[in-house]
């Protein structure tokens, strides 16, 4: 099945102070707009496509860092719709097969390398590689700011729940190394800095942990505004 892209653009960029904004669950209150202003900044690329592709119908101002605006999104249409626990996935758990029963759905052998998860979005699928670190002893790359290595910054090693197991600042080129003990089902690595938008980085996500690449944005540089999308 061809997948299916999609773009999201924000054409009129807003340039209220996020830092007078009212901090709601989603984000922040805007009260030139009287909205809310839901933060994508740190959010997934399954979690950004799951809110905006239930929206479509919706007016949604959002808060994204430059990257998000510059790629593309995969979609896809389904046969059928079928999902399974992300949280078995973050564990690395070593599955040959899966099922999920959704309306007839079939139970297909996968491989844990590169697991497809497709859940039902108002007609549509979303698809998102997802890889198995089990074998992987420990985690490795660079902060990047401005383009160039930086140590400001904190990195926290998050389980799956979102507790800290561990965290460190990088070298002063902004180089890091973290061991993992998969005992204590590591998940993903925060990183924040004074001024700077924190970034998530999701394990299952990546091809591979080592030659990690982290690039964080200052918050001049976020880009607030009504979200459209564009059919690639």
């Not at 204590?184 to 080592?210: C, D, H, M, W």
């Amino acid at each position: 099945m061809k997948a299916k892209l999609v773009k999201y653009t924000i054409e009129a960029p807003c340039h209220e102070d996020w830092g007078k904004m009212k901090p709601e669950a989603k984000g922040r209150f805007c009260e030139a707009c009287s909205k809310t202003v839901v933060d994508f900044s740190s959010m997934s690329d399954f979690s950004i496509v799951s809110y905006l592709e239930n929206r479509k119908n919706e007016s949604v101002c959002g808060r994204f860092r430059p990257d998000q605006m510059e790629k593309s999104y995969r979609l896809t249409k389904p046969h059928h719709a079928f999902s399974f626990d992300l949280k078995a996935v973050a564990l690395g758990l070593a599955l040959s097969t899966f099922s999920a029963v959704h309306t007839q759905a079939q139970v297909t052998p996968v491989d844990t390398t590169q697991v497809i998860y497709q859940e039902p979005l108002d007609g549509m699928v979303v698809r998102t590689e997802y890889y198995d670190h089990k074998d992987e002893k420990f985690t490795e790359g660079i902060i990047l700011v401005d383009g160039k290595g930086f140590d400001r910054v904190t990195i926290q090693l998050l389980d799956v729940d979102g507790k800290e197991i561990t965290s460190l600042v990088p070298s002063k080129d902004g180089k890091f190394r973290i061991p993992l003990n998969w005992a204590k089902n590591p998940a993903s690595l925060r990183v924040n800095g004074e001024g700077l938008i924190t970034s998530e980085l999701y394990f299952y996500q990546q091809e591979s942990l080592k030659g990690l690449k982290i690039r964080l944005f200052r918050e001049e540089l976020m880009l607030k505004g009504n979200v459209e999308s564009e059919d690639k």
